[in-house]
């Protein structure tokens, strides 16, 4: 019996659709589903959309402006949520998301570490943050180089207020993810082998998250397939 098209559900049906096909997917490789974490993309959403999901069981969400995550903060969300930085982030707003978010999953270039280091040092605390790779240096998008990779981490880590735990990617829309998300894995273990604490592995939207989890994801980031289609971007 063909499972429902998602966008015919509402969020509670569309958020444990997701949740099921996350276990299919981490089941049929072996994996214990509770390994991967949904963080729920919330982009251009409003918060009765995040309330709703959250009283669904839901608790990380992501965020990819930092002015939207100020306003919806400052709109007193539900306790207890995780709060994820999934978008790129610029130098001059790194204060109003470093030490609001659980994780900065954007992080490409010294600069920006450093602004997150230097701000962080002044509240006494750390961010974990994971570094964006972009595999197959596509034009115009975030990540540093595979082959830059391992000094930016040992620039990270030479830096006190940031801790790396883990890489993140987004494929190109038009190519077959998969061998991204096998790539990004093998960067990982590259560097687990000097960095033991990167473990995370942050790939898979809603059109592939699937494949992601297949591959090793510890994080899927799911907007569409969730909340419905984003309302349009005035």
């Known amino acids: 019996m063909m499972e429902?098209?998602?966008?015919?559900?509402?969020?509670?049906?569309?958020?444990?659709?997701?949740?099921?096909?996350?276990?299919?997917?981490?089941?049929?490789?072996?994996r214990d589903p509770t390994a991967v974490r949904l963080v729920a993309v919330s982009k251009l959403h409003p918060s009765t959309a995040i309330v709703a999901a959250h009283e669904a069981?839901?608790?990380?969400?992501?965020?990819?402006?930092?002015?939207?995550?100020?306003a919806k903060l400052a709109q007193h969300p539900p306790?207890?949520?995780?709060?994820?930085?999934?978008?790129?982030?610029?130098?001059?707003?790194?204060?109003?998301?470093?030490?609001?978010?659980?994780?900065i999953h954007s992080v490409d270039r010294p600069a920006l570490a450093e602004s997150i280091a230097a701000y962080m040092r002044t509240t006494g605390g750390?961010?974990?943050?994971?570094?964006q790779v972009n595999v197959t240096g596509e034009e115009r998008k975030g990540g540093c180089r595979p082959a830059d990779l391992?000094?930016?981490a040992e620039r990270i880590a030479g830096l006190d207020g940031i801790r790396v735990t883990g890489l993140m990617t987004i494929p190109p829309l038009a190519a077959e993810p998969d061998a991204v998300f096998d790539r990004l894995r093998a960067l990982r273990a590259q560097l687990a082998s000097t960095a033991p604490g990167v473990v995370e592995l942050s790939m898979g939207m809603s059109n592939d998250f699937e494949s992601a989890v297949i591959h090793g994801a510890t994080m899927v980031r799911v907007g569409t397939a969730i909340f419905g289609a984003r309302p349009r971007d005035g």
């Not at 750390?126 to 570094?131: E, G, K, N, P, T």
């Open 57 to 70: 069981g839901q608790m990380d969400f992501g965020e990819s402006r930092a002015q939207e995550l100020d």
């Open 4 to 30: 429902p098209r998602t966008g015919s559900l509402d969020l509670p049906a569309r958020l444990a659709a997701v949740r099921h096909r996350i276990a299919v997917a981490a089941r049929s490789v072996g």
């Open 79 to 103: 306790s207890g949520l995780r709060w994820h930085f999934v978008g790129r982030l610029q130098r001059n707003k790194v204060r109003l998301v470093a030490g609001r978010v659980v994780l």
């Open 126 to 131: 750390c961010q974990d943050v994971l570094i």
């Open 150 to 152: 391992s000094a930016l």
